[in-house]
């Protein structure tokens, strides 16, 4: 995959996941254990490299209709839904 789609893919995906991160922290899911916060932040700082990877676009999918699943997002914004 090109470096700028790689940049792309990861710039839109963490903005995405960063979205339902804030949500879940806001209605008291997630935020309130260090271990989970920063099992989340592992995850954003890695997405660079995970990006790399032939199946990264199903697996962020797939991860982010599991991640809407839980926050509902999709229906309070029907464009950006998933």
């Not at 790689?6 to 997630?30: C, K, W």
């Not at 954003?44 to 990006?51: F, G, I």
């Amino acid at each position: 995959m090109e470096q700028e789609k790689v940049r792309a893919l990861s710039n839109f995906y963490r903005e995405e996941f960063q979205r339902h991160l804030d949500y879940l922290e806001s209605s008291g899911v997630g935020g309130e254990k260090p271990s989970v916060e920063r099992v989340c932040r592992r995850f954003l700082k890695d997405l660079d490299s995970v990006c790399w990877r032939s199946d990264f676009p199903a697996l962020a999918e797939t991860l982010l209709r599991n991640f809407d699943a839980l926050t509902r997002l999709s229906e309070h914004d029907p464009q950006r839904g998933h």
